[in-house]
């Protein structure tokens, strides 16, 4: 059973017509105190509760009954609605323990969907398979047998089906878009498109025209209409990669789209109707990025549904050598060259490396020396002569030495000498070590490195 509670009986008659033509059974209820008492001897599947109620337009009476609510049924997933220009009202409902929020008025199809998201994603985790995951899985080019990788997976199978936004976070080079990749491709939106965008390549001033599209017209260089990268993706998923880097003013304009899923292009004022499925991604803090006000609170909870956390590849070092085995299979493959194999000093030399640049720093060092060496079998000495290069130094560091350090002794030692080596000039040091600026900031931050 749904729960509405709204005092407006207008409403309470919309939403129990629309659910129960979706065959849900629905119950409505005016206000707190009759929301309590059923609250209190029925235990609801969902709850669709307003925020604003006749004696209280600050919303103080809707945060009260959330929290009453919550105590009797802290498990049943809470949706609150809210007027636009009331959304921070609902932030504080997520903040107290709300599933999501909705803004009135609001479309039937994207509510629908939300229900559904919630109800599955609330409803009792299946029990694992013996591989560790809920479902047969497509896994795409996703390689590794760690913990900290199954326990990704684990979470990839059960959300998704859903229709669930998701934030994916970690550090650059873990492997962010494979997930957002593998998310889509074992969902029901598998067969439509899946849209790929950098946030950090658009400009404040492109962003209109590249998300939302423009007609012939809208402005002096658009000489034909363009369609936007939300209409691409209708019915399928868009991939919004570095959110983090979004300025305020596009954070406003996204959250609209996300909020309704309906937009307008450049030079149109005909709004149009997107089903858009979002997963976001990002190596920044957005937790401490709302508490120094450069990225919206509201939009914050709007993209993380569901939140996906991968570990850097120094947390799942068992994958190093199965990680490497891919990349070089895919060289030989890609360039009609010989299968090259790997000694076991060559194997465990790569799992003793410090990888700031996390997988892609693997790829990049097992692709060169492949290329540089020519051999059909390498050995630890061929990656030490490629590691320790100048573009990629460790300045004098050798393959024993690194034996007896510890893994951030190692680590603090090569952005030490990249900084020398580079002079300084922290663009070049983060390229270099295959991270960004914000993660180069952070190691010299936590090694205490003055620059």
Known sequence: MILIIDDDSAIRSSLSFMLKRAGYDAQAVAGPREAIDTVRTQAPDLILMDMNFTLSTTGEEGLTLLRQVKVFRPNVPVILMTAWGS???AVQGMQAGAFDFITKPWNNAALLQRIETALALTAPTPPDKPDGTTAQLDRSHIIGKSQGLTDVLRTVARIAPTNASVLITGESGTGKELI?????????????PFVKVNLGGISQSLFESEMFGHKKGAFTDATADRTGRFELADRGTIFLDEIGDLDLSCQVKLLRVLQDQTFEALGDSRPRKVDVRVISATNADLRHMVTEHT????LFYRI???TIKLPPLRERREDIPLLARHFADRQAEANGLPRTDFSADALQFLSRLPYPGNIRELKNLVERTILVTGKPVLDASDFDAQYLRPDNAIGTTTATSLAGMTLEEIERQTILQTLEQHKGNLSRVAASLGISRAALYRR???YGIDI
Not at 180 to 192: F, G, P, V
Not at 295 to 298: P, Q, V
């Open 87 to 89: 959304i921070q009202l």
């Open 180 to 192: 957002a990749e593998a998310i889509h491709l074992n969902s029901r939106r598998a067969k439509q």
């Open 295 to 298: 990225f919206r609170e509201d």
């Open 304 to 306: 993380n549904l569901i």
């Open 444 to 446: 010299l931050e936590k």
